[in-house]
Every structure is written in structure tokens, then in C-alpha cells.
């Protein structure tokens, strides 16, 4: 059977986002291939036609939803839109559509060298696209660390937020991860 040109692409997309979203919500280990595909309209045996493995799916799925975090944070155009953003109701009610190191850093910890290798390049980048948000009169060894501590409470804050079943604690640790990584962007490190 003949595909139209760029079917290829577009399923290897569809598993991809369609990943991102059930790893981010169950978490890599909980979601099987089959199941993923099956839940997409695809076979178990489609999945190998685009992917090696499922650690090489997990690699790219995580990578491309750093890489939208990122995108996020930089069309923001300053680190105080970014953290409003990204400590906010939305973000903690929608993990799914979030950023993966809040839902996915633990299982990450203990993933293969590959996933772990895809993640900190990711990382990397999101704490760049925050240093380069920093005031100017920082020193570059200021903005690596007030860049990492910012990084590191916002997704503290976040993962806390979520894990709480209490909705008025949930939003209290939201507004007060927002103002002490305000704080932080405030007081050179």
C-alpha cells in the first residue's frame, strides 16, 4: 500500500506528541508501546518503522517538549514573564501539555545514558535561554547560578503544587514559588 509523500513524517509526529503528552501524564515506564500506538490508531509493529527503541522515543519525545519549553520561555521575552507563566494555575492543571521536568526528572534520574544524555542537553538550553534574560550587570558566574536556582524552584515549586491535594495549599506554594524566584532575580547570587 502507497502512502501520500510526508505520511512517514507525520505518523513519526503524531507518536511523538502523542507521547510526550502520555509520558508527562503517566510517566515513561507506565506507558507500553503497544498501548500507544494502539491508542493512536497505529500496530505495535508500526512503532519500529520509526523509532529503534523506546528509550530513543523517550529521548526525542522528552527533547521535543524541553525544546517547546524553551520556545515558551523565550517568546516571554523576560525571565519575570517566564516565571509567572510557568508558576501559574495553567501550567500545574495541564501536565500533560507542561514541562516534562516536573513530571518526568525522577523517572529521567533512573532512565538509559540516552534519555539521560537528550534531557541534560535539553536542560542546558533552557538554563541559557534564562541566563540570557538576566540583567546585565551580572557576572556570568551570577547568571549560571541564579539561572539554575531558578530553574530548580520554579520546577520545585511546580512539582509540590501538583502533588498536594489541598487546592488552597496548591495555589499558596505556587504564589510563594513565584515570589521568592522573584526574589532571586532581584539578589545576584
Not at 510517566?27 to 518503522?49: E, H, K, R
Not at 520556545?71 to 507563566?85: I, N, P, T, W
Not at 547568571?143 to 520554579?154: P, Q
Request: proline letters at 3%; glycine letters at 8%.
Amino acid at each position: 500500500m502507497r502512502y501520500e509523500n510526508g505520511h512517514k513524517e507525520a505518523t513519526r509526529e503524531k507518536i511523538l506528541v502523542e507521547a510526550a503528552r502520555r509520558f508527562r501524564e503517566e510517566g515513561i515506564d507506565a506507558v507500553g508501546v503497544a498501548n500507544l500506538m494502539g491508542g493512536i490508531g497505529l500496530t505495535q509493529g508500526g512503532f519500529y518503522n520509526h523509532f529503534e527503541s523506546k528509550d530513543a522515543l523517550a529521548r526525542e519525545a522528552m527533547t521535543n517538549a524541553l525544546d517547546a519549553t524553551k520556545a515558551r520561555f523565550e517568546k516571554d521575552g523576560s525571565v519575570v514573564a517566564l516565571v509567572e507563566r510557568y508558576l501559574s494555575t495553567a501550567h500545574r492543571d495541564h501536565p500533560g501539555r507542561g514541562c516534562p521536568a516536573v513530571t518526568l526528572s525522577q523517572e529521567i534520574a533512573r532512565a538509559s545514558d540516552e534519555v539521560r544524555e537528550g534531557f541534560t542537553d535539553e536542560l542546558e538550553k533552557i538554563l541559557a535561554a534564562i541566563r540570557g534574560g538576566l540583567p546585565a550587570a551580572m557576572s556570568a558566574r551570577q547568571k549560571k547560578a541564579t539561572a539554575m536556582a531558578v530553574f530548580s524552584s520554579m520546577v520545585g515549586s511546580m512539582t509540590l503544587a501538583r502533588a498536594v491535594n489541598d487546592p488552597a495549599l496548591s495555589d499558596d506554594i505556587l504564589v510563594a514559588g513565584r515570589k521568592a524566584v522573584l526574589a532571586m532575580l532581584q539578589t545576584p547570587s
